[in-house]
């Protein structure tokens, strides 16, 4: 579909099972001295879903790369008691290089995670995400 603005072209992403819309639109942008395609669409509903795709275009073909950023989680499960984690998606930052998230126990509503918060400081190295600084406090109070 075209924007009626500008005449770009603009895609659109069709789940059969629910609307979706764009956080950011797809763009192109410098990560850690890095071309990087990122797109992040938020789904409706109950909960704070998100599909998020981001690819580094190698510089030697010029062609998507899909970055790794599997080292996240395992950093979350190395960092909280076993059986709590991020159960929702939207903590990280890509072009900051940052995840920042609340933490939900087993019996925590989707709307009131009390498990604490994580931060973690990334590190972007070809198309692998490293965490180079975790912290977890689990006295973090969600609501006060």
Same mark, same amino acid.
């Given at each position: 579909? *075209?924007?009626?603005?500008? +005449?770009?072209?603009?895609?659109?992403?069709?789940? /059969?099972?629910?609307?979706?819309?764009?956080?950011?639109?797809?763009?192109?942008? %410098? =990560?850690?001295?890095?071309?990087?395609?990122?797109?992040?669409?938020?789904?409706?509903?109950? +909960?704070?879903? /998100?599909? %998020?795709?981001?690819?580094?275009?190698?510089?030697?073909? +010029?062609?998507?790369?899909? =970055?790794?950023?599997?080292?996240?989680?395992?950093?979350?499960?190395?960092?909280?008691?076993?059986?709590?984690?991020?159960?929702?998606?939207?903590?990280? %930052?890509?072009? *900051?290089? *940052?995840?920042?998230?609340?933490?939900?126990?087993? *019996?925590?509503?989707?709307? /009131?995670?009390?498990?604490?918060?994580?931060?973690?400081?990334?590190?972007?190295?070809?198309?692998?995400?490293?965490?180079?600084? =975790?912290? /977890?406090?689990?006295?973090? %109070?969600?609501?006060?």
């Amino acid at each position: 579909m *075209r924007d009626g603005n500008r +005449g770009h072209w603009i895609l659109c992403l069709q789940l /059969y099972w629910c609307s979706a819309s764009f956080e950011i639109l797809p763009l192109l942008h %410098e =990560v850690a001295g890095q071309s990087v395609l990122s797109i992040r669409i938020r789904i409706p509903g109950m +909960g704070n879903f /998100y599909i %998020e795709c981001h690819q580094i275009i190698m510089r030697k073909t +010029g062609l998507p790369q899909m =970055v790794d950023v599997s080292a996240i989680d395992q950093a979350i499960m190395a960092a909280v008691p076993n059986g709590w984690g991020v159960w929702k998606g939207g903590g990280l %930052e890509f072009d *900051r290089l *940052r995840f920042s998230s609340p933490i939900w126990q087993p *019996r925590d509503g989707n709307c /009131y995670p009390t498990g604490g918060h994580i931060e973690m400081k990334l590190t972007l190295t070809g198309d692998i995400i490293t965490v180079s600084h =975790v912290r /977890y406090d689990p006295t973090f %109070e969600t609501r006060k």
